[in-house]
């Protein structure tokens, strides 16, 4: 509580908006819409506790997803008792061998990925996802979703920063 000499009573201007609401806003400087709708919509593998618990979750998302390749994201095999990534044979088990899975890793710098995409980016089958290969299969796997992969992504990004009261995003993804 301040003593009653440092209370400065501010004049505000009152317009009657007629039953009108007006909020403030924020703008989003920086966002790839894309990228953010794909997480948004995609398969969240933070939970996973364990290798055979991600490749669970994968196979049950691959069977409720059936069109179009996986994006998923989130795993950390460091957490995980075996302490071991996703293999592209693991991946082909949960999903199939012509399905196409990208599944990024949560420190979003490296990632796993099917044998379909790894062909793709002319990524061998167990090079590690790093650097320019992981560069690369990202890019085979953003070239390979569908038109209507693409248009949800972008809704689920834009629907969740109307959410949050961001009104006007700047698309930095290019």
């Given at each position: 509580v301040y003593p009653q000499?440092?209370?400065h009573l501010v004049r505000a201007t009152v317009v009657?908006?007629?039953k009108a609401f007006v909020a403030p806003a924020f703008v989003d400087s920086h966002v790839h819409v894309t990228a953010t709708g794909l997480t948004r919509i995609g398969l969240d593998l933070r939970p996973a506790t364990s290798l055979r618990h991600c490749l669970d979750l994968l196979t049950e998302y691959?069977?409720?997803?059936p069109d179009g390749p996986i994006w998923a994201h989130g795993w950390d095999e460091s957490m995980w008792p075996q302490q071991q990534a996703p293999t592209t044979s693991?991946?082909?088990?949960?999903?199939g061998r012509g399905r196409e899975a990208y599944l990024v890793r949560v420190d979003a710098h490296s990632a796993a990925a099917s044998t379909v995409l790894r062909q793709a980016a002319a990524v061998g089958?167990?090079?590690?996802?790093?650097?320019?290969?992981?560069?690369r299969v990202r890019r085979a796997a953003r070239d390979s979703l569908t038109v209507t992969q693409r248009a949800a992504a972008r809704q689920?990004?834009?629907d969740s920063a109307a959410a949050a009261g961001i009104v006007a995003v700047h698309e930095c993804a290019g």
């Open positions: 000499q440092h209370i009657d908006l007629e691959s069977r409720t997803h693991d991946i082909a088990a949960a999903v089958p167990d090079s590690p996802l790093t650097g320019d290969s992981h560069h689920a990004a834009l």
